[in-house]
């Protein structure tokens, strides 16, 4: 529960203010209720499209996986969580898309520099021997494994714990 939080709130406090201040603000929560009203979803299905909704705006998880993620996780038909994630992607993606995609490139940048400012060592006969720095595909593929596995976490957690974390809510009670 503490690893989910922590991820969640080590990814906020990155975000630009603009991003932060549209998470805490209401529109998501309307849009998940004109959603729940139009598509007849459950409470659980609701929460799990704006669980989803939130881990691509706090960019935890690429955007281009957000139907698929939709239909998986809130265990719905295909063309259901299309057509909702089509309805996101155009009321609440795209007026914030410029400002997410600034904020990913330069965290994906940061991430990169700091993968390459420490080469990784081995050890050899007990003493520690810095090895050849990896090639940049193999730095970005690692650092895409390590998100992908950061979301995951994220992910499953929340399924354990639906009745106790609620993304929304924790980030509303951030300081």
């Known amino acids: 529960m503490n690893q989910v939080r922590n991820i969640i709130k080590d990814q906020y406090v990155k975000l630009p ?3 932060r201040e549209f998470v805490r603000s209401t529109k998501l929560e309307d849009k998940i209720d004109a959603l729940t009203n139009a598509y007849a979803l459950s409470s659980e299905v609701a929460q799990t ?5 939130l881990l691509v705006i706090m960019g935890l998880s690429p955007f281009a ?3 698929a993620n939709i239909a998986k996780e809130a265990e719905i038909p295909e063309d259901t969580a299309y057509t909702i994630s089509t309805e996101i992607t155009a009321d609440l993606i795209v007026p914030i898309a410029d400002d997410l995609a600034d904020f990913l490139e330069k965290e994906e940048k940061e991430e990169l520099r700091e993968e390459l400012s420490s080469p990784p060592t081995t ?5 520690e021997k810095v ?3 990896p090639p940049i595909e193999h730095t970005e593929e690692r650092s895409k494994v390590t998100k992908e596995s ?6 499953q957690m929340l399924r354990e ?4 974390v609620d993304i929304k809510d924790f980030l509303a009670n951030l300081k």
Request: hydrophobic share 35%; net charge positive; no cysteine.
């Open 17 to 19: 203010p603009s991003i």
């Open 49 to 53: 499209v704006s669980d989803e909704t």
């Open 65 to 67: 996986e957000l139907s």
């Open 123 to 127: 050890r050899i006969a007990g003493r």
């Open 131 to 133: 090895a050849i720095k």
């Open 150 to 155: 950061e979301v995951a976490t994220v992910r």
């Open 161 to 164: 714990n639906s009745k106790t």
